[in-house]
């Protein structure tokens, strides 16, 4: 597959060797994660200061993220990214399990209210690049 989005830099992907990496696809969520400047903007927004596990919130969200994407169901299935090269292809640190745990045990209602700023510019940044939805979605 070759093809680029609109402005965004075309990225090639070929599935042309039988000892591929599982979630190799998480290279394009990594990638626009990277374009988007997520994790600056995570490390912009959400402070948890002082709380224990709230030292690099954009590492340890990047990591829930990617992990949801790649099929984690649950926390223990973040291992998977730890596993084989899929760590070495991502661009921030992946956290084990049990620091994300403590790092969840972190957030208070506030800090949540701190991820949904950090949606809405990430959005917001996402629809100047050209990739709204040609019919937008009402909830």
Known sequence: MTQSYQKLEA?????DDENLVANAGLLLVS?????LGLADVIADKVDLTGRVGGANPASKSLTLIHAMVAGASHIDHVDM??????????PF???APSTLGTYLRSFTFGHVRQ????IEEE????????MAPAHPVRL
């Open 11 to 15: 990225i090639e992907v070929a599935f």
């Open 31 to 35: 990638t626009l994660a990277s374009k």
């Open 81 to 90: 990214l730890r596993a084989g090269a899929s760590s070495k292809l991502l």
């Open 93 to 95: 640190h992946v956290a």
């Open 115 to 118: 991820l949904d700023e950090v």
């Open 123 to 130: 959005l917001a940044k996402a629809w100047s690049l050209g």
